[in-house]
């Protein structure tokens, strides 16, 4: 077997590992949305009024936050709501105003994905001598 068809072995068992592992992201992904609330925010709000709401993740972007979390009741239920930035200062006060646990995080783009796709055909190319 020259280094070549070796090669072409080597980055195919990669190809199907990498489409293996996307095709397990993209189902468990789903699978987690249908046991995560998606109010909208007013029906948020109603149950952070209500004390229903156990603590909140605000995720900062440019235009909107996005805000994950869990429910005191239902035990274990999930939300993800996405606000408008102005929104904010309320959604914050009335967070604090019933003790909710509040963690805020920047959101990171998923520059190594961009990274990977444009280097992949580099990596690709017939000429590469890597192998």
Known sequence: MNSSSTAKTILFWISIVFLGVMLWKLVSSNGQAAREDNPSYSEFMAKVDEGDVKEVTLYLS???YELQGEYVRPVNRKFHVTIPKENSP??????????VQLNVKEVRSGDWVLILLNALPLLCSPGSSSF
């Open 90 to 99: 309320e959604i914050t006060k009335a967070l604090r105003d019933k003790a």
């Open 62 to 64: 440019p235009n909107s």
